[in-house]
């Protein structure tokens, strides 16, 4: 590793823990800016119910969880010392359940419905974009246009049409959850087949339009290839157009190696409503009851996961990027 | 700079700039005359519950029996309301500190831009969960204002990046050295420089504003008393709609956003190749 690279890569470290804890203190404050949030709500709300035995325990381990005895600044702190650990927690409707776990139930399956569904996304929309550049005609043009309008409907709005119409209008799938009510995930055979079936209809949804998104993205960038100069020079000197088209992919790609990791940045925050539509057990649902709970440590927990996936993708862009051009390591080296 | 004519007449022959207009056209219709035209109040019970679409309640009713079109066109007004305050909102504070960063450029530069990128890597979604369930309860202009002050960071990038590239430009020496001040050389001899660029940036915000209301109001985080396409959803799923079968109360919002989505997008890049055909993505994506 050259200095300049490592110098690169501190800097880079540098600017994203800055953000992260941009992130965290607005995790932290945004909430508790206004008066009347849902920590002093819920407060009030057990004070104003006498104090039952029980209750009077809940609100104990809430102020020891909170710190609420201490001036904000205090609070604050001791949050951040809690992420440090690892502590987010124990969940306000799910008492005395820990947020750590609730989150780290749902996580495997939101990755398991997004991971797939970019990475499978991405090739077959570069390969289909590639090919509508270097095809033009009908086919550039019905490609084009059914992407484009892929691309700019939210994700979700497939995601209802698919369900109603290949679970309810004709029903092949099932039209809720991530397995069959009354059975329990296990390592078995026909729970496999089980959840494989909910899985499909969600999966789909997130799929095309991923197709679609990364299609329209590598079309333009490849017909802005085909058309440059060095591609122009390779043709008029006799280059083979398949060794010309070799070029223009790789070219064409760079750009689109960011794309990827930018969607994997969206694995657990991407499909929060496609998971709400399909009553999927992952982080959206998870998220989308704790709100409805006013479930405050929960939906902080979730909101705590989603900006580090995130951080954490725009950091290896930035480390990819860096290795890959080199023209962009010297550029940036000095700069943030 | 494009000259008025030139401008129209590059846009009569853009079929796609043409499809857009149409599009956008037809949707603001609805939502500006629907409401006018059917003069009732959309809370109103018309019906019986979830009755299907007929020559009456020509798009059916609801969960409560109250007009589905009627709801639909108050909807869609709403949904584009805060759409337009959002957009309005992040172009606004885009603006003012793309302006002030490009054309100040040094230690000012640096700091508003830091603030920026920081900004840009923090996932709004994020941002605007925290402060919708901060916010108890939301009307329609303080969600256009919450979502608006979360989007503005794209729109400054690129203000800023336009600006400086016009800071060494003549006129604006010219301006300087008749000692015009540097915010009255901003609003005379920066911005109109820039306007069509803010023009595209306004419907891209204002189609990303749209859905991510829609995105909002269905994690239960919508406007509180407002009917906006997202809530007409959030009801259609709270009320088991689709599973029911109840199509007509969970399609026409869908398809309405899509719409409105799709030809926000398509005007906005068909208004990049008409003012700028080398222009490639012209810097202002916002997803």
């Known amino acids: 590793m050259s200095p300049t690279f490592r110098r690169y890569i501190l800097t880079k470290l ?4 800055v953000a992260l804890l941009a992130a965290v203190t607005l995790n932290f404050f945004l909430p508790r800016l206004v008066p009347g949030n849902p920590v002093d ?10 104090a039952g035995a029980s209750a009077s325990k809940t609100y104990q381990a809430f102020i020891t969880q909170f710190h609420l005895d201490r001036p904000l600044w205090g609070q604050f702190l001791a949050y951040l010392v809690n992420i440090f650990r690892g502590d987010l927690g124990q969940s306000f409707s799910l008492f005395p359940a820990r947020v750590t776990t609730l989150i780290g139930q749902a996580v495997p399956w939101t990755i398991a419905l997004q991971l797939p569904a970019i990475l499978l996304g991405w090739i077959l929309g570069n390969l289909l974009g590639a090919l509508a550049a270097y095809k033009r005609g009908a086919f550039d043009r019905n490609l084009f246009v059914t992407a484009l309008a892929l ?4 994700y ?8 109603y119409v290949l679970a309810v209008a004709i029903p092949v799938f099932p039209s809720a959850g991530g397995y069959s009510f009354g059975t329990f995930p296990q390592l078995s055979w026909s729970f496999f087949l089980d959840a494989l079936h909910h899985y499909l209809l969600p999966f789909l949804s997130l799929l095309v339009i991923a197709i679609g998104g990364q299609a329209v993205g590598m079309r333009s ?3 802005y290839e085909l058309g440059s100069d060095y591609v122009n020079y390779a043709t008029s000197l006799g280059v083979s157009d398949r060794r010309v088209l070799g070029y223009v992919f790789r070219n064409a790609m760079l750009p689109q190696i960011t794309g990827l990791a930018l969607s994997l940045g969206t694995l657990v925050g991407g499909a929060l409503i496609t998971e709400i539509v399909f009553s999927y057990p992952g982080v959206g649902t998870l998220l ?6 006013n479930d405050y440590p929960l939906i902080q927990g979730v909101t705590l996961i989603i900006i580090v996936a995130v951080l954490l993708a725009n950091f290896l862009v930035d480390l990819a990027y860096g290795a890959i051009d080199p023209r962009i390591r010297a550029a940036r080296s000095g700069e943030r | 700079m494009l000259t008025r004519t ?4 590059t846009a009569i022959r853009s079929s796609r700039f043409n499809t857009s207009l149409v599009l956008v056209l037809l949707v603001l219709g609805f939502a500006i005359l629907g409401p ?8 109103a019970v018309v019906g019986g519950m979830n009755a299907s679409p007929a020559a009456h309640p020509p798009l059916g009713t609801d969960n409560f029996g109250r007009d589905e079109l009627t709801l639909l066109m108050y909807g869609t007004r709403n949904s584009l309301e805060i759409g337009a305050i959002a957009g309005l909102a992040a172009v606004l504070l885009g603006v003012l500190v793309g302006t002030v960063a490009g054309f100040y450029a040094g230690m000012v530069e640096e700091a508003l831009m830091g603030v920026t990128n920081v900004l840009i890597t923090i996932p709004a979604i994020v941002v605007l969960i925290l402060l919708s369930v901060a916010l108890g309860s939301r009307s329609a202009v303080t969600m256009g204002l919450i979502i608006g002050v979360t989007s503005w960071p794209w729109t400054a990038r690129a203000v800023a990046a336009q600006t400086s590239s016009l800071r060494t430009r003549e006129h604006i020496d010219i301006a300087r050295l008749s000692g015009s001040s540097g915010f009255g050389i901003i609003v005379r001899d920066v911005i109109p420089y820039i306007l069509s660029y803010l023009g595209m940036a306004f419907t891209l915000q204002l189609a990303t504003a749209v859905l991510t209301e829609a995105a909002l109001s269905l994690l239960g985080l919508g406007p509180t008393n407002t009917i906006s396409l997202g809530i007409l959803l959030q009801w259609s799923l709270l009320w088991e709609a689709v599973r029911q079968g109840v199509w007509w109360t969970f399609i026409p919002p869908t398809f309405f956003l899509s719409v409105v989505s799709f030809g926000l997008l398509l005007l906005n890049s068909s208004l990049d190749e008409i003012y700028n055909p080398r222009l490639q993505g012209g810097g202002g994506s916002c997803d």
């Open chain 1, 14 to 17: 540098a600017w994203y823990l």
């Open chain 1, 41 to 50: 709500a819920l407060m009030a709300r057990f004070l104003q119910g006498g």
């Open chain 1, 151 to 154: 691309s700019s409907i939210p």
């Open chain 1, 156 to 163: 979700y709005a497939l995601a209802i049409v698919l369900l």
């Open chain 1, 221 to 223: 960038m490849a017909i």
């Open chain 1, 288 to 293: 989308f009851n704790a709100i409805n709970a």
């Open chain 2, 6 to 9: 030139r401008f129209l007449r």
């Open chain 2, 36 to 43: 006018l035209l059917t003069g009732h109040d959309p809370n």
